[in-house]
């Protein structure tokens, strides 16, 4: 109780800190230990059961009950998502495992850490690794090089010089009327890019119609395998989303923005409390205005309202809708909800205007996208294209083309879940609906990852379930069952039951209460359709 109530100090017990409270545990003490879950359930006046449920489930948190071995002291999680798998993941897990003692290091897979375009990744305690190297990774751990890595980026001083925060200024002072950006935005046609692609204009006239109290809340839980635009953007120009965000906030009159940011990203965390900071002491921002909110290991928390339960420090689980959190949503506030990317953009569209923007997408597909381009390509990376560009222009005119001795067989559209698409549907133009939608596929957070002729699609597919099976908050029988069964059936040896494909597709579509269960059964079918010779 007495190390607890010490880490805790003078914070409130607020329930919807408790997260934020198990972080600081697992951080000073390696793991959660049955005597710190009891303290902490005692401190906040909540019940074990409460605690307990909440720590586990989430995938940071090490839960150590009474009598069992705490883990190793230092952790090496390597990811084994798609992009990491066709660089050799599963080589490094291998030679990872053979080369440590595991009563000192303990190596464990990992979902996408976001850094596909410089796989296979891994991180070492709090450090990062592109291009990861297991004879590299164990001389981090013996020389102790694993602290949180922060890359250079443009900090308050240089946004400032650039012209950043005028346009706040400008708002704020009403030189910029609330109206007349929500009308520049919805003119331009910019939409959420976090995966939905709701137009974002709108979205702002929907959450200024409900009465207030109003909050916001940024959705920086970049899970969904083959995205990492948004940690791109953070780590090197954070203050254009954080000004975005202060802009969308004083135009919906929202009281308080709370930016939810995932735990795999140790140096964007660290990048965004020392920015935050520097905002308050400029004055720009109040204190405690932007709320600095940590995930801990769950990919069903890039669905909005599964966020808002976990700032409200909950399990993340996905609310039923209506009602949607526009209407009533984190602490049961009308809600602004946003990504990284489209808040990046703010600031662009209203000082070069609506037109601008818009002009920068091909015909009928308005605006520009920054598109996260992993696999087997020559140069992968974040690349700025026209909202309607094809995969083979991406491919020919943005990544150099395919790498040696390579050739284009498929590619993932919109990450683990847009579905899989082969080579001869290179031409469809990405953008939210549209020719893309018509073949069961969407562009989501603009996610692609390019297979070659090197790549067994079922094995794609597999690994693309198992992502699913793992990351399925267990709320909805369709989803917690069905993803599972699905990975067994497509393992069977032989060629697979696709009656049985079929009905379970047909079950996870039509009753999985979010999106991951509904779009989970993509890849399969176009497995199904598109790639029988992979079978």
Not at 14 to 29: P, T
Request: with cysteine.
């Amino acid at each position: 109780m007495h190390e607890v109530r010490a880490l805790l100090g003078p914070q409130p017990r607020r329930r919807d800190l408790l997260i934020e409270f198990l972080h600081l545990i697992q951080d000073q003490y390696g793991c959660l230990s049955a005597p710190h879950l009891r303290a902490l359930a005692e401190e906040m006046r909540l019940s074990q059961a409460e605690v307990y449920e909440v720590a586990s489930f989430y995938d940071h948190f090490d839960i150590v009950k009474e009598g069992a071995a705490k883990p190793a002291p230092l952790t090496i999680r390597v990811c084994d998502s798609i992009s990491c798998m066709l660089a050799g993941a599963e080589t490094l897990l291998e030679k990872l495992s053979a080369s440590v003692d595991p009563q000192d290091i303990r190596v464990v897979r990992a979902p996408c850490m976001g850094r596909c375009a410089t796989a296979p990744a891994a991180r070492i305690g709090d450090r990062e690794v592109d291009h990861a190297d297991a004879d590299a990774l164990v001389e981090m751990a013996r020389s102790g090089d694993v602290g949180v890595a922060v890359p250079d980026y443009i900090g308050l001083d240089a946004y400032k010089a650039s012209g950043g925060y005028q346009l706040l200024q400008k708002v704020r002072a009403g030189e910029t009327p609330a109206d007349e950006i929500i009308e520049t935005m919805q003119n331009a046609g910019l939409r959420g890019l976090g995966g939905a692609g709701f137009p974002a204009g709108r979205k702002w006239s929907i959450v200024r119609s409900f009465p207030g109290p109003r909050l916001m809340s940024i959705n920086g839980d970049e899970g969904e395998p083959g995205t990492f635009k948004d940690r791109f953007y953070l780590e090197t120009d954070p203050h254009r989303t954080l000004e975005g965000a202060l802009i969308a906030a004083h135009a919906v009159e929202a009281e308080r923005i709370y930016f939810y940011m995932r735990d795999e990203y140790p140096a964007v965390l660290q990048i965004l409390r020392t920015e935050i900071a520097a905002l308050e002491e400029a004055g720009i921002a109040t204190p405690g205005f932007i709320e600095l909110r940590r995930g801990a290991g769950a990919y069903i928390c890039g669905e909005e309202s599964a966020m808002l339960e976990s700032i409200e420090g909950k399990r993340g689980l996905p609310r039923h809708r209506p009602p949607y959190i526009a209407e009533v949503g984190l602490f049961g506030r009308p809600t602004l909800n946003h990504n990284v990317e489209t808040l990046w953009w703010v600031r662009d569209i209203v000082e070069k205007g609506a037109g601008w923007f818009a002009e920068q997408g091909r015909p009928e597909h308005p605006g520009l996208r920054s598109w996260s381009v992993s696999g087997r390509v020559r140069e992968p990376g974040v690349k700025l294209a026209p909202a309607g560009v094809t995969v083979r222009e991406l491919i020919d005119d943005y990544c150099g083309g395919m790498a040696e001795g390579h050739e284009f067989k498929a590619y993932l559209p919109g990450g683990a879940s847009g579905g899989v698409l082969p080579a001869s549907m290179g031409d469809i133009p990405l953008d939210f609906g549209g020719e893309l939608a018509e073949q069961g596929a969407f562009v989501g957070s603009h996610a692609v990852v390019i297979f070659s002729q090197a790549d067994n699609i079922k094995d794609v597919t597999v690994n693309l379930l198992k992502f699913f099976k793992h990351e399925s908050c267990g709320q909805c029988t369709p989803c917690r069952e069905g993803t599972e069964k699905m990975v067994t059936l497509l393992k069977k040896q032989g060629k697979p039951d696709e009656d049985a494909i079929h009905d379970l597709e047909m079950v996870m579509r039509d009753a999985s209460i979010c999106g991951l269960g509904q779009a989970a059964p993509n890849p399969v079918t176009h497995l199904l359709t598109h790639f029988r010779d992979d079978l």
